[in-house]
C-alpha cells in the first residue's frame, strides 16, 4: 500500500520575515517596527515542565516515557502516528509496501532529509538506506562494529525479541529497505512507529567509532527531527534549538527548553505563573486548583495505558505462584481508587491492557478476598515449613504518572491491606533513574511500574512486558504457553482467530499473576492558552513539531 501525503508545516519565520522585508521599500520606519514584532514573535521560547529526567539521548536504549518524550523531538522513524490518533502516517518512509503473507516490509525513503549539524557533528550527506541498516543492524547483531565498542542493551528491541524475528535486512538502494522477517507479524509496521527506533547517522556513529568514542552517541545526540540537541544540565533544565534544515519546515519555536520538576504540585504553580508553557501529566487532585484560570486550559484524553505491581519472579517468597495470588486479593482496590483517582474516571484493571483493545477478556475479574488470602499464605507456609510472618520490600513509584498519581501513599494503603493477612511491608523508593536501574537488576520484590502506547493493539502490551524475550533471565515473567499463544496471534492474519488466541493468553496471565494490574487511567495535561498546535497523543506522550506560542 501508499502511504499518505504528509500534513502541512507552519511556515518558516525566516520567510515570514522576508516577506514583509519585501514591502518595506520606502518605509522604512513602520517597516522597522513591523519587522522587530515578527522576529519577536518567532523567536518566544517554549518551556515544558517535564515529570523527571531523561536516562540519556538514544532513543534505543531506554523505554520510559520520561525519555521517550525527549528522544522523539530529535529523532524520526521512518513512520509516525498522524497527531491524536493511532493511524500511521509518512514520516522518514514516504511509502512502504506488505508482502501478503505479513513477512516482507519495503520502505521508500525520503530524500533530501538533513541530520542535524551540531558543534560535535557536521553531516556531509544526507539521510539515506545506509542509516537505516546501521539503526536496526545495532539492535540485531552484538558483533556489529559499533556493538562492540559500546556494548549496549536494548531494551524495547529485545523486549520485542527483533533479534529473533528478523531474518535479515536489504538495503535495495539508496532510498529503499527491505525487512524480512521469520515468521509472519502483522503487527510489525507499527514498530517503526515507537520512539525506539529513531534513525541515527551512520556517519555520525562512525566518526565517533574512529574517535574512539562510541558511547558518546547517548548524550550528544543527532537526528532528523524539528528540534536538535544543546545543552542538558542534569535534573535541572534540557535545552534544544530548532534544526533549521528540517525536512518539514523551520519550527516557530526557535528554543525548546524542558524544565525538569518532579513534583506535581510545583509543575501545577509554574504553569499557572506562566513559567512553563505545556506541564507533563497532573493527577486528579491538581486539576481542581487550575479550574477557572484564565490563562490555562486542561487537554484530556483516555489513554491507552495501565500501571500494575511487578513481581521479582525469581525471589522468595513471590516466586510462588500462591503467595502472589494472596497479595493480589488481599488489596482493597474500591477503597485505594477513591482516594487515589477522586474524580472517578480511572478504571480498575483486570487483565494486561485496556478493555478498549481488541481481544480483551472480559471473562476475567479481579477479586477482594482478604480471608482467602490467608488461607492461601497459610498453605504455602504449611508446604514449605515456613515459619512467621512473610516479609516482602514494595517499592513506590518516586514520580507522579496519570495511572499512579501517588506511589507512596498506594504504597502505604497496600502494606495496610498486607498486614491484615500476615505479611510485613517494606517500602523503599529511590531516585527515578535508580529506581528504573535496581529493578531492571531484580533487586526487588514488588515494584510500580507502568506501560503506554498509541496503538490499541493487544500485542503492544503483551510481548515487550510479559513475553521470555523480555524476561531479563527470569526476574520478568516467562511462560512458554503464553509465549506460543503470543507468537501464533502475530501471525495469524484471521483477526477472530488472532483476538481468541490473545484472551487465551490473558488467561493464562490471569492465572499466574506476574502483575498485580492497578489502573487504566485518563491523562490531563495543561497548558497555557497561548500554546498553538499541540494536540495530546493516546499514550499521553508530547510531541512539540508545530507547536509555538
Not at 61 to 84: A, M
Not at 113 to 131: G, I, K, L
Not at 320 to 342: G, Q, S, Y
Not at 363 to 391: F, H, I, S
Request: hydrophobic residues 40%; aromatic residues 10%; glycine residues 6%.
Amino acid at each position: 500500500m501508499s502511504a499518505p501525503g504528509r500534513k502541512p508545516r507552519p511556515r518558516d519565520p525566516a520567510t515570514m520575515i522576508s516577506r514583509v522585508s519585501s514591502r518595506c521599500l520606502g518605509r522604512l520606519a513602520t517597516c522597522v517596527l513591523i519587522l522587530s514584532a515578527t522576529a519577536a514573535l518567532a523567536a518566544k521560547p517554549l518551556v515544558y515542565c517535564a515529570d523527571a529526567s531523561p536516562e540519556g539521548f538514544d532513543p534505543a536504549l531506554w523505554d520510559s516515557s520520561s525519555t521517550g518524550n525527549v528522544t522523539s523531538q530529535i529523532f524520526q522513524g521512518l513512520v509516525s502516528f498522524k497527531r491524536g490518533t493511532a493511524v500511521l502516517e509518512p514520516a522518514l518512509a514516504t511509502a512502504w509496501t506488505v508482502s501478503p503473507d505479513a513477512k516482507s516490509f519495503t520502505f521508500t525513503l525520503r530524500r533530501d532529509v538533513a541530520f542535524h549539524t551540531t558543534p560535535y557533528f557536521t553531516p556531509t550527506r544526507a539521510f539515506n538506506a545506509d542509516d537505516v541498516l546501521f539503526t536496526f543492524t545495532r539492535f540485531v547483531d552484538p558483533q556489529q562494529p559499533f556493538n562492540r565498542a559500546f556494548p549496549a542493551t536494548y531494551v524495547y528491541p529485545q523486549s520485542l525479541g527483533l533479534a529473533q524475528m528478523i531474518a535479515g535486512i536489504d538495503r535495495v538502494g539508496d532510498h529503499e529497505v527491505r525487512f524480512r522477517l521469520h515468521k509472519a507479524n502483522v503487527n510489525f509496521l507499527g514498530y517503526f512507529a515507537s520512539s525506539f527506533a529513531g534513525i541515527h547517522s551512520a556517519e555520525y556513529a562512525a566518526q565517533l567509532l574512529a574517535q574512539g568514542r562510541a558511547s558518546a552517541i547517548n548524550n550528544q545526540p543527532v537526528g532528523t527531527g524539528p528540534f536538535r540537541f544543546k545543552s542538558y544540565r542534569k535534573d535541572d533544565v534540557l535545552r534544544m534549538t530548532a534544526h533549521p534544515g528540517y525536512w518539514g519546515g523551520v519550527q516557530r519555536t526557535e528554543r525548546l527548553v524542558y524544565a525538569i520538576s518532579r513534583e506535581p504540585n510545583v509543575r501545577v504553580q509554574k504553569v499557572s505563573r506562566g513559567e512553563c508553557h505545556v506541564a507533563a501529566a497532573i493527577r486528579d487532585v491538581d486539576i481542581t486548583a487550575l479550574a477557572g484560570h484564565p490563562q490555562v486550559v486542561v487537554q484530556k484524553i483516555q489513554a491507552l495505558n495501565i500501571s500494575y505491581l511487578a513481581f521479582n519472579l525469581k525471589k522468595p517468597p513471590v516466586d510462588r505462584r500462591e503467595v502472589r495470588e494472596a497479595l493480589d486479593i488481599a488489596i482493597d482496590r474500591n477503597a485505594l481508587f477513591k482516594v487515589l483517582f477522586p474524580r472517578g474516571d480511572a478504571l480498575q484493571a483486570v487483565s494486561a491492557f485496556p478493555p478498549a483493545v481488541p481481544g480483551y477478556n472480559r471473562t476475567l475479574k479481579n477479586e477482594y478476598d482478604p480471608e482467602r488470602a490467608k488461607r492461601l499464605l497459610a498453605d504455602v507456609a504449611g508446604k514449605a515449613g515456613l515459619k512467621g510472618e512473610l516479609e516482602v520490600d514494595l517499592w513506590a513509584l518516586p514520580i507522579s504518572r496519570p495511572t499512579n498519581p501517588n506511589g507512596q501513599l498506594m504504597a502505604q494503603m497496600i502494606q495496610a491491606d498486607w498486614a491484615k493477612i500476615g505479611v510485613k511491608t517494606r517500602i523503599l523508593t529511590y531516585e527515578w533513574g535508580e529506581y528504573l536501574k535496581r529493578a531492571n537488576a531484580g533487586e526487588h520484590h514488588v515494584y510500580m511500574s507502568g506501560w503506554s502506547t498509541d496503538l490499541a493493539a493487544a500485542d503492544e502490551f503483551l510481548t515487550p512486558n510479559l513475553t521470555c524475550a523480555a524476561s531479563r533471565g527470569g526476574i520478568k515473567f516467562c511462560n512458554a504457553e503464553f509465549d506460543a499463544l503470543v507468537e501464533a496471534a502475530r501471525a495469524e492474519v484471521n483477526e477472530p482467530k488472532r483476538l481468541a488466541m490473545f484472551e487465551q493468553a490473558q488467561a493464562i496471565f490471569k492465572r499466574e499473576r506476574p502483575w498485580i494490574t492497578m489502573a487504566h487511567s485518563s491523562v490531563y495535561i495543561p497548558l497555557r492558552r497561548d500554546v498553538q498546535g499541540f494536540v495530546m497523543a493516546p499514550n499521553g506522550s508530547v510531541d512539540f513539531e508545530g507547536v509555538y506560542r
